[in-house]
């Protein structure tokens, strides 16, 4: 089917005109006559007035030469200052080094217009920069590269060149593979002249084809870019398409290449303070990972609690944090370097928190005992059996809630109490960290009691009383073991709760196999009892 253009608007004869006018050309269509048109080599082509190049309405000139490539961008004021401090500040008065533009022809002004109209961003700032009366003014920027290894590239604002002081710039353009230069955005198309020769249009076409032939050799001749200036390249243009609401390119497969270039990304961001605009769109885009995220976090902690702290990512700094709390002090030493102040008060807030729940779960546990038939707390005189269950869980539960002691100083002395001083040095308690202790509480809440104080531990325990041991002996005393299990279990049910992602998405398909306390007791090795809020967060929430 062959589509024809809307005539509703144009004027029409009476049908019976437009039918003869049908008849007697049956074979000619609107179609047939663009076959021999052709633009090959030409430079027909009207600059346009979109992103990356507002060729009537920018005023912005940004120049990024990475390797043998350059990106050129001509953007506008309004937009830069309103998602960047850095332009705010540099285009102010008192940074500016803008010069000053003559006003454009009336027939440029027509095609801003026309431009204005159809681009689908920056409509109302390009209506007030084309049809403002005053003169209009322009800022360059090019980005220096540094003159040391470890310097940072950075974009320095240059004196912009007008067309009337100096002649623009030499440029090197990319070669169309019909032969010839691709037009410029601000060259002016040249005027084609009414008359063509049939033996100019012959020459031409030969041309145009010999150097289709030719323009493989000259790709080949092109440097390939390093990574390092690829991604350089890549970094700034996903950094001015947030500003005009584009969709910046990251991995959408590979998350660990994904984290990789958000992680540049927002580092560029906060280089020129415009992370509260890149920030929700490297949120955005991690979190369509959503499983695979949450498993990536668990492994890496401080690396995405401080993409979440970047990005102002709720989620994101939320999983982190409970994984680097529960795993306190784990990572100190690179957390108090890299963190500011804010995030480090956040940490030890939530490690006080857990510690203080810690402790009141461990008081509760020591004091945990068996009664008689009476009701009565047994002891060495009235069950001496039910005793030793008691004590043989209390030493257990001191052994995996202690650190081990530190080692005698290997310091010799000749003085005759040296060894008294060193098992007192020897015996100084020492905190435990979390995640040996998260250890230890998880074992105690898992949904299966096999996993400490097992059938062959009893019966070692028992065979150190001759007297004692006996099958019923030992039957009985495993029974009053599994009491004090159970009763254990509950008592540390409130530090197997878990606000990680991770665990409530495996614990929500886990469901209907087994209970919740033992599925998420499986998952992690340390507590993720941390409930981080709004007031939390290191930034300020927004209703």
């Not at 004692?468 to 009491?483: G, T, V």
């Not at 998405?505 to 306390?517: C, F, I, L």
Request: net charge positive; aromatic share 8%; proline share 7%.
């Amino acid at each position: 089917m062959i589509s024809q253009p809307d005539q509703s608007l144009t004027l029409r004869g009476p049908s019976s005109v437009v039918s003869a006018r049908t008849a007697s050309r049956p074979h000619v269509s609107s179609r047939s006559k663009r076959y021999n048109r052709s633009h090959a080599g030409g430079s027909s082509c009207i600059p346009q007035n979109e992103f990356p190049v507002f060729s009537h309405s920018g005023d912005v000139e940004i120049l990024i030469r990475a390797g043998a490539r350059e990106n050129r961008y001509l953007l506008h004021r309004h937009t830069l200052t309103r998602c960047s401090g850095f332009f705010e500040a540099s285009t102010s008065q008192e940074w500016s080094k803008a010069s000053v533009l003559p006003l454009p022809e009336p027939s440029s002004r027509e095609l801003a217009r026309i431009g204005e109209e159809a681009g689908r961003n920056g409509g109302n700032e390009v209506a007030r920069t084309v049809d403002s009366p005053g003169p209009r003014r322009r800022w360059r920027y090019e980005l220096d590269p540094g003159s040391g290894r470890d310097d940072i590239p950075m974009l320095i604002q240059k004196e912009a060149s007008t067309p009337g002081s100096t002649a623009p710039p030499t440029t090197t353009q990319p070669s169309s593979i019909f032969g010839g230069a691709v037009a410029s955005a601000n060259t002016p198309a040249p005027r084609r002249t009414a008359t063509h020769s049939h033996t100019h249009s012959t020459s031409s076409f030969f041309r145009s084809v010999a150097n289709l032939s030719v323009s493989p050799a000259k790709a080949d001749q092109v440097a390939p870019l390093s990574q390092a200036d690829a991604d350089l390249l890549r970094d700034y243009d996903n950094l001015f398409r947030i500003f005009y609401n584009y969709s910046p390119v990251l991995d959408g497969v590979n998350i660990a290449d994904a984290y990789v270039q958000c992680k540049s990304l927002l580092t560029l961001a906060d280089q020129y303070d415009a992370l509260a605009v890149v920030g929700p769109r490297v949120d955005h885009h991690l979190l369509q990972f959503q499983g695979r995220l949450w498993k990536q976090i668990a492994k890496y902690p401080v690396s995405y609690l401080r993409l979440g702290y970047l990005s102002r990512s709720k989620v994101i700094f939320q999983e982190a944090l409970i994984h680097v709390v529960g795993q306190w002090p784990a990572g100190e030493r690179s957390i108090r370097h890299s963190f500011p102040d804010i995030v480090l008060d956040i940490i030890e807030d939530k490690v006080d928190e857990l510690e203080e729940t810690v402790s009141r779960v461990e008081s509760r546990l020591f004091r945990l005992s068996l009664t008689n038939s009476r009701g009565e707390r047994v002891s060495p005189g009235s069950s001496y059996l039910d005793w030793l269950a008691v004590s043989f869980f209390r030493q257990w539960l001191a052994d995996n809630t202690s650190p081990p002691p530190l080692p005698p100083p290997s310091i010799p002395s000749s003085r005759g109490n040296s060894s008294r001083s060193a098992a007192v040095v020897a015996s100084v308690p020492t905190v435990p960290n979390l995640a040996s202790l998260g250890r230890t509480y998880r074992t105690l809440g898992s949904g299966t009691s096999a996993g400490y104080l097992g059938h062959d531990e009893c019966k070692r325990f028992l065979k150190l009383t001759p007297e004692l041991y006996s099958r019923d002996n030992l039957r009985r005393f495993e029974k009053r073991i599994d009491e004090l299990k159970n009763a254990a279990r509950e008592i540390v049910r409130p530090l197997m709760g878990s606000e990680l992602e991770l665990e409530l998405e495996r614990g929500a398909s886990a469901a209907g196999n087994v209970s919740t306390s033992m599925t998420m007791a499986g998952m992690t090795s340390y507590l993720t009892c941390v409930r981080v809020v709004d007031r939390d967060l290191p930034w300020a929430i927004e209703d």
